[in-house]
Structures are given as structure tokens and as C-alpha cells.
């Protein structure tokens, strides 16, 4: 807090992974993460067809066969886990993607030109931060989701593509951008700040003395400056937008079959949580572990990076 | 601090304004035709009923009678699907939400502030460590399993607690609890962040020299000014744990708004989904009025922060 952090990039970057190693919470929330994603990604592709429906075995304890057991349709819950967590980590990471490319945009222009474009800017992120975010995501994946049949069904006719990765593809993408299109706000507060106290600083006077243009000076100097505060609020961003996309999935507007998230995997297993507990309790798990490990790797993240908790 | 409220009221119209604009504009976006869930209506019929709710003027117009009619008449509308006026279909379900919301508020207070002070004042022992784990937990399960899971656990197991359901006073206890909790984790980080910020200023360091009693100087001068992020914080998580109760009102059969919210956007009913919409912002903003006017008497420098600008 008290020292000035030195001004070459690289080395902040290198203090912060020093500072990242000797968390030993962070490190092994990293390993976990790791891990799973290596599973979802990696290993799935070795496993079970997760729609392969065998009604003869349904509920089947965990065995050599099934790692994790059956479902109610006879389905490997092992590969179901996985494949689900493929769209779940998706959702999460290409969600938070989006809402940093406009958070960061928006805050950066919004702190360089200062003045009255910033005033009335931040006014409609106060305005956008009001509107309960829930709300309208649920309205709009309503609306989306028809969108996304008509598109689907468009492509393959135009398109000649197969049919049930349309279908999948088009039933994904409109959360992303549901997500995505509001969870930018808080981030471009953060980068507005940000850029406000950089571009006082002397090397954006060196690159005008250059003769830079504004454009140049805000993309290539600035917003690189800006990626430390950026990369935490966004590891935690990621969770949140996981566990926004089960409660969508959870309520039936979100993820729908042939697909499954975790989301869809808890709300099944919570159908039959009287009988086979397991069902429920193994996503869950999962889940929670996937959510455990991010956030503890974003508290892990701010510490190292020494970002200012508060949120002006 | 009068101009400050008016400010924020005149601010708080423009996001309901801002808010009702996005929810009109998504409902009339909205798949299919209202009306359609009434077998073999004929188009006579559909013709009359549009007329009958207004469905029949040009956009604009119904952009604008729709506001205006809550503001002379105080009339949201009439819902399509329930066909019922939407005022009445909040009134009933709000009280259900309110002590919902109330219930889960005194949890998540219980719960969350006692434990972040304990963690503030066993700062990196392992009492903090496990306290926080345990509010992480809090964070990353989500109330789709930790209900359930209640369900199986305790209302199956407890005499007097029904698995689901809505009628017993008792009834609200498991509900309020898994809604409370997510926001009882917020809570105690929230509490441990503040108070560990306030413990290590000087003028702690000065009433300790003083003489007081450790607890006196956590309880009587470090809550004040620890409790300030959770204070922020409270005000829009109670609007949200009455709004935002959809999950657990599904799980545990309650019947309170969340569920209209969900069945208006699937079922097409705009005047239902703009109206309960509304309703729910109009909570959310004035719940950030009270917050930020309780921060102001809490934190002085808040007030003179906002003086000079």
C-alpha cells in the first residue's frame, strides 16, 4: 500500500505470481480448477455417451461400469457430471469474456474522455445497476430462447449444418450474451477509476509528446495497465455467472436437452432425492467445488495484485 | 441530507422508468400470443379480449397508458393468464415474501455478522480459517441443494417442520434458512473485511491505551465503523431475498411473487411480468435509499464526501 509498485510491466506481473505461489489456498483452489477443467475437457472424451439411455439399469449403484452410478434414465452419471460441466464452465468463462470486453471498453472510454461523456456514462451504469439483474436476464432468456430455434433452424436450411450441434450451439450462446450484456457494469466502474488516475501519469505525456492519438494512447498504453484489477474481478465474476446459469437452468429457462450443465444435473437429481440422495449429491459437489476454487483463486488473485477491495 | 433524498428519489424514478422501458419492450418481444393457453378460443373471441385489455392500441400508445394508468388509477393491469388484476395478485403474494424476505434477513444477520466479528478478532487462526471456509461454503452451494437437502435431512427427520408447504407458522423456518444463508456468508466477509479495516486505525490503538476492555473497544468502537460495508450491503440484499426468491419459493412450495415472475415470462403475460417487474424495482431502489441514508448517519465522512462534490 505504502510503496509505489515499480513501473515495469513485466515485474508486476512476476511480483504477483511470487506473492500467488506462497498462498498455498490459492495455489491449490488453481490445482482443483485445473483438475477439473482437464476432466470436463480432457477426460470426457474417453467416457460414456452421457445421452445413452439404458432403462434396464436405472439407478445403478456405483461399479467398474458406472463410476458414479446411474441416473433414472439408465445414464452414466460420471459422464453426465462431465459433459454438464463442460456448459457450465463455458457459460462462466465465455460470459465473463463478453462483459469484459465491454466493461473494459466502456469504463476505459468513459475515465479518458472525463468531463461531460463520463458523467452522463457512469449515470446509465447507476441507472443499469439498479435494475435487479435477475429480472431481466430471466425476460430476456425467455425472449431469446425462441430466437435461438428460429436461428437454429435458419442455419441448417442456409447453412447445411448438422442439425443437433445447431440445435445445442443455439440453445448456449443466447446465455452468454444474457449473462454477459449485464454483468459489465461493476467492471467498467473499476477500469473508469482506473484510467482516471492513469492518464495523469508521465508516460501517456510521453506518448502524446509522441504525438499518439487518443485512440492509440487508450489502447495500446493505458488499458494494458488496467489488466491487473481486471483479471481478479473477473476470476470472481466467473463463479457468478456459473451459479447464475444453473439457477436459470434450474428454473427451465436456461440449458435444455440434449445439453445438460450442472444446473440441469442438480435439478434431476433433486427430483429423486428421497431414494437415490447420491444423484443430487454428486453435481452438487461438483459444482461447488468448481465455485470453492475459483473464488478462494480470486481472493488469492486480489491479494497478490493488491487490489483495493472497495468498489470506487 | 434533504436534498440528498430528493436526489436519489428523482434518480430512483428514472431507473423504474428505465426498468419499465426494458420490461415492455422484452414483453412485447416475447414469444407466442397471450390468450393462448385457454383452449379453442375462437378469433372473435381473441379479438374481443385484446380490446378488452388493451392489446389492441398501436405500441406507443400502450407505451404510455400503461404508466400513467398506475399513477392516476393505481392500476397495474389485468393478468392475461390468471386473469386477475395484478394488483391483487401482488397483494396476496407479498405479505408470503415479505416474512420470507424478514425471516431470511434475521438469519443471515444472526449468523453472518456474529461470525465475521469472531473471525475479525481471531484474525489467522485457525477459529478465522475454518469460520471463513465455512462461509464459503455458504457461497458456493447453491439454494437448489442446500434446500433439497434441508428437506431430506431435517424437515423429514424434525417433528413440527413439513418438507413443503405454506399455512403452519413453522412453516416459514426452512425456507427463510436456506434463502438467508447465501446472504449470512456475504455477511460475515463483509463484517470480518470492515472490522479488521477499522482494528488496525489509531484511534483503536488509543481507546486500548485508554484502558477499555477489549470487548468494549470491538463492540463500542469497532463495530461502528466495521459494520459499514454490511450495512451497504443489507439494504439491497433484503430487496433481493424477497425478489429474488424464486429457487426457494419452488423448492419448498411457498407462494409468494417469485413464482408470478417466473410463470409471467414464460406464459406470456406482460401486464403480470411489467407489474410484478415494477414492483420489484421500486423495493430494490427504496431498500438502496434507506442503506445509503443509514451508511450517512453510521460514517459522517460519507455525508461530507457527498457535500463536496
New interface residues.
Partial sequence: MSEKTPEAGSSLWRDAWLRMGKNKAAMASLGVFTLIVFMCFGVAWFCKDPNAVTLTNKFASPSGEHWMGTDALGRDLFSRILYGGQISILVGLIATAVSVCIGVTYGAVSGFAGGRPDALMMRIV???L???F???V???Q??L??WSSDTSSWIVQHWNWDKTFTDRLTNIVPLFFALGLFGWLTLARIVRAQVMSLKEREFVEAARALGYDRFRILFRHIIPNTLGPTVVYATLTV?GFI?YE??LS????GVEAPNSSW?IL??E??NF??TH?AL??IP?IF??LT??SL??LGDGLRDAFDVK?SKD | MFRFILGRLLQGLLVLFALYTITFFLAKAMPGEPFTTEKNVSETTKQYLRKLYGLDKPLPAQYIIYPSKIITDRDFGVSTSKGRPVRDIIAQSFPVSLILGLGAMSFAIGIGIPIGIISAVRKNSWVDWSLMAVAMVGICVPAFTIGPLLQILIAANVPGLKVAGWGNPLDFLLPAFTLGLVSAAYLARLTRGGVLEILSQDFIRTAHAKGLSPTRVILKHGLRGGLLPSVAYLGPAFAAMISGSFIVETIFQVPGMGQHFVNAAISRDEFLLMGVALFFGFLIIMMNLISDILTGILDPRVRIGKAAQ
Avoid at chain 1, 250 to 253: H, K, N, V
Fill in positions: 447507476d441507472t443499469l439498479s435494475i435487479p435477475l429480472v431481466v430471466i425476460v430476456l425467455a425472449v430462447s425462441v463463479p451459479m444453473a439457477t434450474f428454473l427451465g429457462l444446473g442438480i435439478k437429481g433433486a432425492m428421497e440422495p443430487l449429491i452438487g459444482f461447488s465455485l470453492f473464488n478462494f477491495a
